[in-house]
């Protein structure tokens, strides 16, 4: 089992609509999670840090952590052609590593 | 942005031949790391330093050397180039490792090497 799990997509969904990114992680003990979008051809930009349970939002942005079932979300309101990209999802585990997953491919069409 | 500079930013090289990477920051973050992005197998850890001469290894780390005299500066050098080493190359910084509250990773702009 990958520490950090993510489908790879490509995940579609039409302009205007909410984009619902998802990661599973297996260390019980991870406590701090990060969502880094990357272009292609780009290097992975950090967009949203979250530490505790619950929701926190930044802008169209909403990070959501549920440690108790181990999930970690990314929601994107009102996605923009803009927004078509990778999504990372990372964690740091028990050994102080962070871990990445896969990448979700997110395309939004006009 | 993080003030990150990886250098080159592209390279070309044969196989058997030596290559350097440079990653510089202007940021003094203590934590510094190099990872590899492949298709298939995503970002992985080569690896990292917590400070000046301060290096270990992360989960790729066979054919690569590292090595860090400034604050500053992180070098990522593969002794004798293989084809299975092309790849891009991101270089990363932090102020303070894992654990709660952590800090998160900011990349540079990454290298893409090609070893022919």
């Known amino acids: 089992q990958k520490e950090v799990e993510q489908n790879s997509g490509p995940l579609s969904v039409p302009e205007g609509a909410i984009a619902s990114l998802n990661c599973t992680y297996s260390d019980r003990g991870s406590q701090s999670f990060f969502w880094y979008r990357q272009y292609s051809g780009k290097s992975p930009e950090l967009i949203m840090s979250?530490?505790?349970?619950g929701d926190k939002e930044d802008g169209r942005f909403t990070a959501q952590l549920n440690k108790a079932s181990q999930y970690v979300s990314l929601l994107i309101r009102d996605s923009q052609p803009s927004d078509s990209a990778t999504y990372l999802c990372a964690g740091y585990n028990q050994g102080g590593k962070l871990i990445f997953g896969q990448g979700t491919e997110l395309s939004v069409k006009p | 942005d993080a003030g990150i500079t990886q250098s080159p930013r592209h390279k070309v090289t044969e196989t058997g031949t030596p290559v350097t990477l440079r990653c510089h920051q202007t940021e003094n973050h203590r934590y510094m790391y190099w990872y590899r992005q492949d298709p298939g197998h995503g970002l992985r850890l080569i690896h990292y330093?917590?400070?000046?001469?301060?290096?270990d290894k992360g989960e790729v780390s066979d054919g690569y050397s590292v090595s860090r005299s400034k604050t500053e500066d992180f070098l990522l050098t593969l002794e004798s180039a293989t084809s299975s080493q092309t790849s891009v190359y991101f270089c990363?910084?932090?102020?303070?490792?894992?654990?709660?509250?952590?800090?998160?990773?900011?990349f540079g702009d990454g290298t893409r090497l090609s070893i022919l």
């Open positions: 330093s917590y400070g000046v001469k301060d290096t």
């Open positions: 990363a910084i932090s102020e303070r490792k894992g654990g709660g509250g952590s800090q998160p990773q900011h």
């Open positions: 979250i530490y505790s349970n």
